[in-house]
């Protein structure tokens, strides 16, 4: 479990999410909601959507999400116009694997790997813990004709998933800095 699912998660009785010295710090429900104030409001959706369950966070939290994708995608790409399907399609199937993942068989999804009686990223899933779909499981995904790999939606697929990452990252960041 990483830093953030450990804060994020509410429950009535408060969320206990770290060490600190011989101490363990203990959040409460309220504690955390705190925490999120002035997350940008995708952060907060996406936060909601991944750790608390909430259906209406991951409803508005898909809904941005497309938004942002067809933004991003018709500033930046002019030679294909009739993309747009497929640019949902994108949205909503990065989304839903995002949110729940095939685990990295190497790290069992925790994204380290212990050596030497250290801990560091797993080499395998680059510390996401998610399994690495292959180029051709992704486009499969997408819908796009057998046989084939198209490395403009894998590149993108992977530009998705990057992206949410470091959206958490920085809602996580905001959180931790909020605690001091
Ligand atoms: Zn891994």
């Known amino acids: 479990m990483n830093v953030l699912e450990m804060i994020a998660r509410t429950t009535a009785h408060g969320v206990t999410y770290g060490q600190v010295g011989r101490s363990t710090l203990v959040a409460s429900a309220q504690d955390v909601e705190w925490m999120m104030v002035g ?9 909601r959507a991944a750790y608390q369950q909430d259906s209406g966070s991951r409803r508005k939290l898909k809904r941005h999400w497309v938004e942002h994708l067809l933004y991003l995608y018709s500033v930046s790409d002019t030679e294909d116009e ?12 990065s989304l839903d694997y995002w949110l729940s993942p095939r685990k ?17 990223d797993c080499g395998i899933c680059e510390g996401t813990g998610r399994h690495q779909q292959s180029p051709s499981r992704i486009c499969k995904g997408l819908g796009l004709p057998r046989g084939h790999v198209y ?8 530009q998705a998933l990057g992206k949410l990452d470091k959206e958490e990252g920085a809602a996580a960041l905001h959180m931790l800095n909020r605690k001091r």
């Open 104 to 120: 990295c068989g190497d790290c069992k999804g925790t994204g380290v790997m212990l050596s030497d009686s250290k801990l560091s």
């Open 82 to 93: 009739n993309d747009d399907d497929m640019i949902e399609k994108l949205a909503a199937n």
């Open 39 to 47: 997350l940008p409001e995708f952060q907060e959706h996406l936060i």
């Open 151 to 158: 490395p403009k939606w894998v590149i993108r697929w992977n």
